[in-house]
């Protein structure tokens, strides 16, 4: 378009017919929480259990100012006083087995928002009950907070549960946690202790399934 040039009619120029825009109703439904992809045979899926906010950025990030820490949240659109973590876990399907890491905070959510990843696996396609393997990495509050749900029952009724011996004695001990104890002490007693008889200890680098 030169300078001076008249526009064509289709840009709706002055006394001149204009193009119809298509119109698409707004769906009014939110994306779906989750998303799935293959690596070779493998299906891999990753569902949401929700947000999880953890506050002041500043009592989360260590080094920056909180000048810094600000400027860093508000260059990339987040709120420089509360810092949210999406809850994502991955489940696998060798064909196999079905395998779960990870299992969010429903026995211990803090908002509604929260402990949505039964609800979100179902919605994927997946039922829990078919889940053969919870694979937590380790036993922070966030990573086996989701074994059991919010009324004292089993998320994954048939599944055994992968976790590394240290992690499940240290979370457990109430002499060597003292007051570390009150977050993921009591959301590891919570969620392991009443499946001791499914639990099945791991060494660092071994095989969990094929």
Do not use: C
């Not at 006394?15 to 825009?21: D, L, Q, T």
């Not at 769906?27 to 002041?56: C, H, M, Q, W, Y």
């Not at 919605?123 to 889940?131: A, E, R, T």
């Amino acid at each position: 378009q030169s300078a001076g040039a008249r526009p064509p009619a289709a840009w709706g120029a002055p006394g001149r017919p204009s193009v119809a825009k298509a119109k698409a109703p707004p769906p009014n439904t939110p994306a779906p929480a989750f998303n799935r992809f293959k690596r070779g045979s493998t299906e891999a899926t990753v569902v949401s259990d929700g947000p999880l906010s953890i506050g002041d950025p500043k009592n989360t990030f260590r080094g920056p100012t909180a000048e810094e820490i600000g400027k860093m949240m508000s260059d990339h659109f987040l709120p420089t006083n509360n810092v949210v973590l999406d809850q994502n876990v991955l489940v696998i399907n060798t064909g196999d087995k079905l395998a779960l890491f990870e299992t969010g905070m429903s026995s211990v959510k803090r908002t509604d928002a929260m402990g949505q990843l039964t609800a979100n696996l179902k919605k994927s396609g997946i039922d829990p009950n078919d889940i053969d393997a919870v694979i937590p990495t380790h036993a922070h509050i966030d990573h086996v907070g989701g074994i059991m749900a919010a009324d004292g029952s089993r998320n994954f009724p048939n599944a055994q549960i992968y976790i590394a011996q240290s992690d499940f004695e240290f979370w457990t001990d109430d002499k060597r946690l003292g007051t570390l104890g009150e977050g993921s002490g009591l959301t590891a007693k919570k969620n392991l202790l009443p499946n001791r008889d499914r639990l099945v200890f791991y060494k660092d680098g071994q095989d969990v399934i094929p």
